[in-house]
């Protein structure tokens, strides 16, 4: 019979150990702020509407939140070191707070300073996990992405916070660098990780292991230094070529770590859910290549079919694991099945508001599927983040 690898929370303070319980909750409610910009403007509710306050709340809160949650919790223990320090948490929320309400008021050098400060965090953090006496083991070659994404976020939060100074291409470059460079550099460099151990497959072995592994990482830096180049490259006008790049680049980095081209060889809706987000988000840079007229439009395959489904799949997996629901993981639990509906929902919405004459009525009923679903997923597992990891007694 298929098992389910159920995880013991070691000794000592809940949240420190297993910080995505908190990260997870938060991460969901900065979504509600960015998405629900589009349902209260559709309703009439607010009057006015900013491009960047949503797509940069989304990304900059949203997904960070999400991101955050997985890394301090998943690092500690594969390094086999302490986890994060209640101080340490508690910059990164201020971080993740600050850098919302900086982009709702739309004040962008606040926002950025909120945004820096989270990675000046998580540096700090993994590379005293990875290289200091203490680590327990070596990250897997795909990590080298990691500091890349890291460097992208920074450069990008330094163009926005310098938009006044700087003009319009400072914004531009800066929003490419945050809003794709950064997940596309995660989604790889972690998806080596974690994909596989999702779907059933060998995980990556250490980086340094065997001269395979550290040309591994060779190429791996290189997939980062050519995403890099290629939102430089957009930005200076190749809007086709650019994310034709992207695309072929971050396909072959998820098809190579992330076993994209098979099945998950675990059952488990929310597996088959990640798998497919492997796909929606190069599917997304492709066709915002070729139908340039529907640019953002078609970004959203990335952003709401990859992104957003990616981060809901993967914490569903974390949740499930972690929180003694190992035996759901393999089946089709209602709010996963609820996320997939009403992300597929907001999808079709957002897409079809372009080539529609209702563009803010569809964007409105696109928002409310998204609030809809993840508040349906944050129902069922609030109650889970809440309770006290067994005894190792019980
Ligand atoms: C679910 C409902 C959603 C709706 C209705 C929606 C709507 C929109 C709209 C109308 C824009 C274009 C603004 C403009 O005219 O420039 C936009 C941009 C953007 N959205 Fe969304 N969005 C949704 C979900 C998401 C999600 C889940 C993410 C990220 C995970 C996201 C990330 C972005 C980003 C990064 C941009 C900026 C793209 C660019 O300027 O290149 N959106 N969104």
């Given at each position: 019979?298929?098992?389910?690898?159920s995880f013991?929370?070691?000794?000592?303070?809940?949240?420190?150990n297993?910080?995505f319980?908190?990260?997870f909750?938060?991460?969901?409610?900065v979504?509600?702020?960015?998405v629900?910009?589009?349902l209260?403007?559709?309703?009439g509710?607010?009057s006015?509407?900013?491009c960047?306050?949503?797509?940069?709340?989304?990304?900059?809160?949203?997904l960070?939140a999400?991101a955050v949650?997985?890394l301090?919790?998943a690092?500690?223990?594969r390094?086999?070191?302490?986890?994060?320090s209640?101080a340490?948490?508690a910059i990164i929320t201020?971080?993740l707070?600050?850098?919302?309400?900086?982009s709702t008021?739309?004040?962008w050098?606040v926002a950025?300073l909120g945004?820096a400060?989270i990675?000046?965090?998580l540096?700090?953090f993994a590379?005293?996990r990875?290289?200091g006496?203490a680590a327990?083991r070596?990250?897997?070659a795909?990590?080298?992405?990691i500091?890349?994404?890291v460097?992208?976020?920074l450069i990008g939060a330094?163009?926005?916070?310098?938009e006044q100074?700087?003009?319009?291409?400072?914004?531009?470059?800066g929003?490419?660098?945050?809003e794709?460079?950064?997940?596309?550099?995660?989604?790889?460099?972690?998806?080596?990780l974690?994909?596989?151990?999702?779907?059933g497959y060998?995980p990556p072995p250490?980086?340094?292991s065997s001269p395979?592994?550290t040309?591994k990482a060779?190429l791996?830096?290189a997939?980062g230094?050519?995403?890099?180049?290629?939102l430089?490259?957009?930005q200076?006008?190749?809007n086709?070529?650019?994310p034709?790049v992207r695309a072929v680049?971050?396909?072959?980095?998820?098809a190579?770590g992330g076993?994209?081209?098979?099945?998950?060889a675990?059952?488990?809706?929310?597996?088959?859910?990640v798998?497919?987000?492997?796909?929606?988000?190069p599917?997304g840079?492709?066709?915002?290549a070729?139908v340039?007229d529907l640019?953002?439009a078609?970004?959203?395959?990335t952003?709401?079919?990859?992104?957003?489904l990616?981060?809901?799949?993967?914490a569903s997996h974390?949740?499930?694991?972690?929180?003694?629901?190992d035996?759901?993981?393999?089946?089709?639990p209602w709010?996963?099945v609820?996320?997939?509906?009403t992300?597929?929902?907001a999808?079709?919405g957002?897409?079809?508001?372009?080539v529609?004459?209702?563009?803010f009525e569809?964007?409105?009923?696109a928002?409310?599927?998204w609030?809809?679903g993840?508040a349906a997923w944050l129902?069922?597992?609030t109650?889970?983040?809440?309770?006290?990891?067994p005894?190792?007694?019980?």
């Amino acid at each position: 019979m298929e098992t389910e690898q159920s995880f013991q929370a070691p000794p000592g303070p809940v949240l420190r150990n297993e910080p995505f319980r908190f990260f997870f909750f938060l991460g969901v409610l900065v979504s509600w702020v960015g998405v629900g910009h589009w349902l209260s403007y559709g309703l009439g509710v607010t009057s006015t509407y900013s491009c960047e306050l949503h797509g940069l709340i989304q990304t900059q809160g949203f997904l960070m939140a999400f991101a955050v949650g997985f890394l301090l919790t998943a690092l500690p223990r594969r390094t086999r070191s302490e986890p994060p320090s209640y101080a340490e948490m508690a910059i990164i929320t201020a971080g993740l707070v600050v850098t919302t309400a900086g982009s709702t008021l739309e004040s962008w050098r606040v926002a950025q300073l909120g945004y820096a400060a989270i990675f000046l965090v998580l540096i700090q953090f993994a590379v005293r996990r990875f290289l200091g006496a203490a680590a327990g083991r070596k990250p897997p070659a795909a990590f080298v992405l990691i500091p890349i994404a890291v460097a992208h976020g920074l450069i990008g939060a330094a163009l926005i916070a310098a938009e006044q100074a700087q003009g319009f291409w400072s914004m531009s470059l800066g929003k490419l660098l945050v809003e794709q460079g950064v997940f596309l550099c995660l989604v790889v460099g972690v998806g080596s990780l974690i994909l596989p151990l999702m779907s059933g497959y060998p995980p990556p072995p250490d980086l340094g292991s065997s001269p395979r592994e550290t040309a591994k990482a060779g190429l791996y830096a290189a997939a980062g230094i050519g995403i890099f180049l290629s939102l430089a490259l957009e930005q200076s006008g190749l809007n086709t070529l650019a994310p034709v790049v992207r695309a072929v680049v971050v396909t072959l980095g998820l098809a190579i770590g992330g076993h994209s081209l098979r099945l998950p060889a675990k059952p488990g809706l929310h597996r088959r859910l990640v798998w497919l987000s492997t796909w929606m988000i190069p599917l997304g840079l492709l066709v915002s290549a070729l139908v340039p007229d529907l640019r953002v439009a078609a970004l959203h395959i990335t952003f709401i079919g990859g992104f957003g489904l990616m981060a809901f799949g993967v914490a569903s997996h974390v949740s499930l694991s972690h929180l003694g629901m190992d035996a759901l993981a393999l089946g089709r639990p209602w709010p996963i099945v609820a996320i997939s509906v009403t992300l597929a929902l907001a999808l079709a919405g957002r897409l079809a508001a372009d080539v529609s004459d209702a563009y803010f009525e569809h964007l409105a009923w696109a928002a409310a599927f998204w609030l809809v679903g993840s508040a349906a997923w944050l129902a069922f597992f609030t109650p889970a983040f809440l309770r006290k990891p067994p005894t190792p007694d019980a």
